[in-house]
């Protein structure tokens, strides 16, 4: 017996003299549930998405509708986090579930077990639309792009640690350029999907440069390739925001070459696969060597060709300038000319200034023949005096010529003192330009017969007999043999002993 029919026996028992059975609310509730459950065991539902509200229990709360109707749904929280989508209010969804009855408040609800977005029309629809609203606020605009580095140190990889993804970009790397890789292991697709990448980015980003854990020079985000609801968490606006949001810059790699998402928009550099993100971080090692090879050899090359330019420059510069040693040949003769006329005058002024001193002393009478000639004349004044002059006088006369005769031998000292001074200035000077004080030195004086100097080497002749003077006399010698050239530019010894060199005594 079914359900209804014990319901109307009850009914009839309690209520024999009425034809309409009496249940109670729960009763009829509970039939009314069994039958929707009954008739509507599994149904797809397509409508608009209305007051979607997350409980703090987990569970999602929602209605759907369309131009004459509104269903109410719930989706239990184990079921939420595998929906695949986020949902929210405007959305056109199709929902897979049960229709059942709540009781408590008769109304009757589906339960979702499913939830997919309605068709790629709809999709399309609110991913130009998030385009739109995310290049308004300015995350796309090319001012905002960084240049990668040409050789990152660390690069850092958001992706699957389990798919195919990581190991192409692992193995293309080692190809080109082996690089350290730091991996962030994520959901790729999902509802939590969005939410980890996010978190993965924002994380490379807060690592200390230097510190235990180094910090990525450039990030690459990688997904495989799939539909547009595979695709859909790199859609997310919390992914794009993150991506826009990098400092470090960052290559977006989701999908095949054909697949576009939002972060390709945000990202630095978008590449068509996650291979080719891998191609994008690093140059090819051997490039780069061969190009270091070939920069190397043009290198060596222009040195070499400028070094032969300026070696070519200064031959012809020294060829203009002409021999040094022959350019000072001219003011060296001119100083040995010079220098030997300087100490002919020298000699000739001396002996000059002698003779003014000889002749000057000889015209000054010496200061007793003045002083005689003095007394002498005094005493013939006395005797041609009076004799009726006074002795006083006398005596003041006498007075005063002792007072000149004194003034008169004063006189005559200071100017003996003083002629004898200048004359022993002037033969300290004689003295100091005489060249017997070059001979105290440690030199010679080489004349020939007829006593002239013998001033060049050019003037000694071989078996010439010539005189030299020593400070403490002189000594004769005879010319051997011409003396040896001396070297224009003194070689470094080489080895070999010279031969003794001949000997003027």
């Not at 009763?27 to 149904?43: D, I, M, P, W």
């Not at 929210?88 to 939830?115: L, N, P």
């Not at 080109?176 to 980015?201: D, H, S, T």
């Not at 001193?357 to 000889?362: C, D, K, R, S």
Request: glycine share 8%.
């Amino acid at each position: 017996m079914s359900d209804n029919s014990s319901i109307s026996a009850r009914a009839a028992a309690r209520s024999p003299s009425h034809n309409l059975p009496e249940v109670t609310v729960s009763e009829l509730s509970g039939a009314l549930k069994r039958a929707l459950e009954e008739n509507f065991g599994r149904v797809r539902v397509r409508g608009e998405l209305s007051g979607v509200k997350l409980h703090s229990s987990g569970h999602l709360y929602f209605s759907l509708k369309d131009e004459g109707a509104l269903l109410g749904g719930v989706c239990w929280r184990g079921t939420v986090a595998r929906l695949g989508l986020k949902p929210a209010d405007g959305m056109e969804v199709v929902v897979t579930g049960r229709i059942t009855a709540y009781v408590g408040r008769s109304q009757y609800q589906i339960v979702a077990d499913a939830m997919e977005l309605a068709g790629q029309g709809a999709l399309l629809k609110l991913l130009e639309e998030r385009r739109q609203k995310l290049l308004a606020e300015g995350l796309f605009a090319p001012e905002r792009k960084k240049k990668l580095p040409f050789l990152p140190e660390v690069i850092g990889v958001i992706t699957s640690p389990t798919g195919a993804v990581i190991r192409d970009i692992l193995h293309r790397l080692n190809e080109r350029f082996p690089r350290r890789v730091l991996i962030w292991p994520v959901a790729v697709q999902g509802e939590a999907a969005a939410e980890q990448v996010a978190k993965a980015i924002a994380g490379f980003n807060a690592l200390e440069p230097g510190g235990a854990v180094p910090r990525p020079d450039v990030l690459i985000v990688a997904r495989g390739g799939g539909s547009l609801e595979d695709l859909w968490a790199f859609n997310e606006e919390v992914v794009v925001r993150a991506v826009a949001a990098s400092v470090i810059p960052l290559i977006s790699a989701v999908g095949h070459e054909t697949d576009t998402t939002l972060i390709d928009f945000a990202s630095d550099l978008r590449a068509p696969t996650p291979t080719a993100a891998a191609e994008l971080a690093v140059p090819v090692r051997s490039e780069l060597v061969a190009r270091t090879l070939d920069v190397e050899r043009r290198l060596a090359s222009r040195m070499l060709r400028l070094v032969a330019e300026r070696r070519t420059e200064l031959d012809g510069l020294r060829r203009g300038l002409g021999d040094p040693r022959r350019v000072i040949e001219g003011p060296a003769q001119r100083v040995d000319h010079a220098s030997e006329s300087l100490r002919r005058c020298m000699t000739a002024m001396m002996e000059r200034q002698a003779a003014r001193v000889a002749q000057a002393g000889a015209a000054l009478p010496h200061p007793r023949h003045v002083i005689a000639l003095k007394r002498r004349a005094f005493e013939g004044a006395i005797g041609r005096l009076r004799p009726k002059l006074f002795a006083d006088e006398i005596r003041q006369h006498r007075k005063d010529l002792k007072s000149f005769a004194d003034a008169l031998a004063a006189f005559a000292r200071r100017a003996r003192d003083d002629a004898a001074a200048r004359l022993a200035s002037v033969g300290a000077l004689l003295e100091s330009l005489s060249y017997e004080r070059v001979l105290e030195r440690g030199f010679a004086l080489v004349h020939d017969g007829g006593g002239h100097p013998v001033t060049s080497a050019a003037m000694a002749k071989p078996g010439m007999e010539v005189g030299i003077r020593f400070r403490d006399g002189e000594a004769g010698a005879v010319i051997a043999g011409a003396p040896a050239a001396k070297p224009a530019n003194p070689a470094k010894p080489s080895g070999k002993k010279e031969p003794p060199q001949g000997s003027l005594l």
